[in-house]
């Protein structure tokens, strides 16, 4: 009788081993992109590229909890892991969520809709204000904190985020001073292809935080304010997103200064064809101590062909200028992948 017992036991308990399992549902996917750059800037050669590898990982943990994380190994000197997105979910219903983790901060259009493999987004790159905080970017994409969010709310499909977090500065795992961020954020889907948003975000820099351009670390205090909006159209055959947002950076000796950055971009869907432009415009307010890097202008013209849903190939041409120098033009090729 125990000898027969033994493998009915056995089959049992890997059958209700086995089920959290299932019931879990991890999917695991992954980016990442090769790239070719050319520049006819002083000193430097056309050169191949790796961009970031994305590990992109989804979990149901239970029937109202899920996991999300997005870890990227790039190339920093040596390759390095930096963990980019990682959240815990609670979901009561489409109207009321609520997260802790490490979130892209729920400010603007692209930050919230494209986030590490470059293969969603429809350019090679992100906009000059959404470049990540360790590609020189003016603006704290990424917080770590708690995140209360909503959508389809009457028929206006309005939806929002509330979120607090540390701040500029910190890290994920510290924050350098006892004040928290706060990101608010009202949108809606007024239809199907067209979303508009307003966002507001507010922090206190502590003064020996590391200035935007590396030169020096604050010797005061900031409080920091921006104010943006966005209008996305998305429709079958055009594509057109906007976005504005005024920093406001304020102390006892610098005074109160005000930079406005924005970009726009527009492309026509050709079957698997689309030919695009982008304009980006950052203007620093001169004496702000945390953002003074001099004004940046980028145009961009090019081309995304979609092989697949996994693999598109894009071409770039680009024209930049930093603060009072030169004007200098650059190409671009990225072969995007997702797995």
Do not use: C
């Not at 943990?61 to 390095?80: Q, T």
């Not at 904190?145 to 309005?158: F, P």
């Not at 510290?174 to 307003?198: C, E, M, Y």
């Not at 598109?312 to 072969?335: C, D, F, I, S, T």
């Amino acid at each position: 009788m125990r000898m027969r017992a033994r493998p009915t036991l056995l089959l049992l308990s890997l059958t209700l081993g086995s089920a959290p399992a299932r019931a879990q549902e991890t999917k695991i996917r992954g980016f990442t992109d090769i790239d070719l750059t050319a520049s006819d800037a002083p000193g430097t050669a056309w050169a191949f590229g790796l961009g970031q590898f994305d590990t992109f990982i989804t979990s149901k943990l239970a029937e109202r909890w899920s996991f999300l994380s997005e870890a990227v190994f790039e190339f920093d000197n040596d390759f390095v892991v930096d963990v980019e997105r990682l959240m815990v979910t609670y979901r009561a219903s489409e109207q009321f969520e609520v997260s802790a983790g490490k979130h892209h901060t729920p400010f603007g259009y692209w930050n919230t809709a494209y986030h590490h493999g470059t293969l969603l987004q429809p350019t090679i790159a992100r906009p000059l204000m959404f470049k990540f905080e360790d590609d020189g970017g003016p603006l704290p994409v990424h917080t770590t904190g708690v995140m209360a969010a909503g959508r389809n709310i009457t028929s206006l499909h309005l939806g929002y985020d509330v979120m607090i977090g540390n701040g500029i500065g910190s890290t994920p795992i510290s924050d350098n001073n006892p004040a928290k961020s706060v990101t608010i954020a009202l949108h809606s889907q007024v239809t199907s292809v067209l979303r508009i948003g307003a966002s507001y975000y507010h922090d206190r820099i502590s003064a020996g935080t590391a200035a935007l351009s590396g030169a020096a670390s604050l010797a005061e205090s900031l409080r920091r304010a921006m104010y943006g909006g966005f209008v996305a159209y998305l429709g079958p055959r055009y594509e057109a997103v906007g976005e504005y947002q005024r920093v406001t950076d304020e102390g006892a000796t610098a005074g109160r200064r005000n930079s406005d950055l924005y970009y726009v971009y527009g492309g026509v869907r050709l079957g698997e064809l689309t030919p695009y432009a982008e304009f980006n415009d950052l203007r620093f307010a001169v004496g702000d101590p945390y953002l003074d890097s001099g004004n940046r202008r980028l145009g961009v013209v090019g081309a995304r062909y979609d092989f697949a849903s996994t693999t598109a190939l894009k071409a770039e041409y680009h024209r930049a200028r930093a603060a009072n120098g030169p004007w200098v033009n650059e190409g671009a090729l990225q072969l995007a992948v997702g797995f």
